[in-house]
């Protein structure tokens, strides 16, 4: 194998336990006058990702239909190497706990031409009725569709 066929075995090998991931390509406009990518591109790609994960477990559909939906409650990121142009990114996003109102995930950013972890992450979404402008409860068929996604089951809080 060439060293970008390693470099590509590698990054997916550190998103194999992250059900969702999403491909990102590098823009040049995205690097800063350091020449290397702003931190805030991170938490736009987290923020992605998340989106991505609602959607697929019925979160966003939800909101759509009833106004019940994700909130952040909290973002955080650790940088591990820096980020140039020309590169590709894949961001994965896992769900870590389900608490009564509130889903904690983990979210990972890997460089593609590195073939390394570039950052990893933590968030927590609130499930939030708009209504009511206040926290509910995880709905059930929600913490269904998580545990189906992720492939194992929460313990209940």
Same mark, same amino acid.
């Given at each position: 194998m060439n060293q970008a066929g390693d470099a590509g075995a590698e990054a997916s090998a550190l998103l194999a336990d992250y059900p969702v991931t999403i491909e990102v390509p590098l823009h040049? /406009?995205?690097q @800063?006058?350091?020449? $290397? #990518?702003? $931190? #805030?591109?991170?938490?736009?790609?987290?923020? +992605?990702? &998340? =989106?991505v994960y609602a959607e697929r477990v019925g979160l966003m559909a939800l909101h759509r239909e009833h106004r019940v939906g994700p909130i952040l409650a909290s973002v955080s990121n650790d940088y591990r190497r820096q980020? +140039?142009?020309? @590169?590709t990114v894949d961001v994965g996003v896992r769900v870590t706990r389900i608490g009564v %109102? %509130? =889903? /904690?995930? !983990? $979210? &990972? =950013? #890997? %460089?593609r031409s590195q073939g390394a972890l570039a950052a990893e992450g933590a968030s927590t979404l609130v499930v939030f009725d708009y209504n009511l402008q206040r926290p509910t409860r995880v709905p059930d068929p929600l913490r269904r569709a998580i545990e189906?996604? !992720? /492939?194992r089951e929460f313990p209940r809080s």
């Open positions: 040049w /406009g995205d @800063d006058a350091l020449g $290397h #990518v702003n $931190h #805030v591109r991170y938490f736009r790609w987290y923020e +992605t990702a &998340r =989106i980020l +140039t142009f020309p @590169d %109102s %509130s =889903i /904690g995930l !983990e $979210h &990972r =950013i #890997v %460089s189906a996604l !992720e /492939g």
